[in-house]
């Protein structure tokens, strides 16, 4: 299994960037996928999943409105679209799959996990 993120940089508060995970060694299609973000000196945050067919979505309150999740099963990738983004947006974000078509939030509910993807928004 492997999953690679991608996208993440330097921006300036109100920017858009776009992460894309890339996944294989899995039925991709089977599996919900979910994002998530890690600040300094803090723990491991849940910011969006997806159910394993795209139908289904959620988000934290702190993103909700401003990101995007979505998939794309035909090419095993998983998007996130933030917008308007903060200066406490500033994280490393990582892509997890999850083995069940059933989206979750919690950290513990994912098996596997990409590197990161730094993403750092300036005021």
């Known amino acids: 299994v492997r999953l690679a993120e991608s996208g993440g940089g330097l921006v300036s508060a109100g920017d858009s960037l776009r992460l894309s995970c890339a996944a294989s060694?899995?039925?991709?299609?089977?599996?919900?996928m979910g994002w998530f973000r890690q600040a300094p000196g803090k723990g491991r945050e849940f910011v969006a999943t997806i159910n394993s067919n795209g139908e289904r979505l959620a988000y934290a309150d702190s993103v909700k409105g401003r990101f995007a999740i979505s998939r794309d099963n035909a090419n095993n990738m998983v998007y996130l679209q933030m917008n308007t983004l903060k200066p406490e947006d500033t994280a490393i974000y990582y892509c997890?799959?999850?083995?069940?078509?059933?989206?979750?939030?919690?950290?513990?509910?994912?098996?596997?996990w990409g590197q990161g993807t730094q993403v750092t928004v300036s005021s």
């Open positions: 060694g899995f039925v991709f299609s089977d599996y919900a």
């Open positions: 997890a799959s999850r083995p069940s078509v059933v989206m979750a939030v919690e950290v513990s509910a994912y098996d596997y």
